[in-house]
């Protein structure tokens, strides 16, 4: 079969000049791909950049038996591999890191699995404090969102900037917010789970204020 470039069945027969006489057809069970054994983690649940600016995450098999691994990790890069990798990361949050791995000398060809890798990266190069939007009286509503999305920031913060992740960490919405209740359209986002980040407007982040939010549709 030259689409899956291996021989996937045998067949018995007689052939001549004017027909083919088939007697017996089997299938090549030893092509089928076996059941997915592997399972991948990161080697730490939390990271610390250093002095240099960033960390290197290292993520590594269990009984890996796929032949190829396909990566996305979670800050706008890809990759592939054959087994274990290791990524630098430069920015701190929290990172989902999606890993798919395929057999592909086998049949189905192309069979493929997935698995989710989380884990966290805090920044101590920087004043930088990550603290939670409630202790600041930062509040999102509705919670779960559908169309609209309304944030109050207390007179006290001041105007803040924001920007609003997904669980990949890729920025789908970002803006400034003035002080008291703020409505940002999200009709165009798609339902999941995000991230907020609020911060300073003036861009000096010192403090920056983390909240959850889901998007239900």
Not at 39 to 52: C, E, G, K, L, P
Not at 156 to 162: C, I, N, R, T
């Amino acid at each position: 079969d030259t689409n899956y470039t291996l021989p996937v069945m045998t067949a018995n027969g007689i052939a001549t000049d004017s027909s083919d006489v088939i007697s017996a057809v089997q299938y090549i069970y030893e092509a089928t791909c076996a059941a997915p054994t592997w399972t991948v983690a990161s080697d730490h649940d939390v990271y610390y950049i250093d002095s240099t600016g960033s960390v290197t995450v290292n993520f590594i098999f269990t009984n890996p038996n796929a032949n190829q691994y396909l990566w996305d990790f979670g800050d706008n890069s890809t990759d592939s591999s054959t087994g274990n990798v290791s990524h630098k990361y430069f920015s701190p949050g929290s990172y989902s890191v999606g890993v798919t791995g395929c057999m592909t000398d086998c049949l189905p060809l192309n069979s493929c699995t997935s698995a989710i890798i989380d884990f966290e990266i805090r920044d101590t190069t920087s004043s930088l404090q990550v603290v939670s939007g409630d202790e600041l009286g930062i509040k999102l509503f509705p919670n779960p969102a559908l169309k609209t999305l309304n944030i109050r920031i207390p007179d006290e913060l001041g105007a803040q900037s924001y920007q609003l992740l997904d669980i990949s960490g890729r920025s789908v919405a970002s803006g400034f917010l003035n002080v008291g209740a703020t409505m940002i359209d999200i009709n165009t986002i798609e339902n999941g789970i995000y991230s907020m980040r609020v911060w300073n407007k003036e861009g000096v982040k010192d403090r920056m204020a983390i909240l959850r939010l889901a998007v239900i549709k």
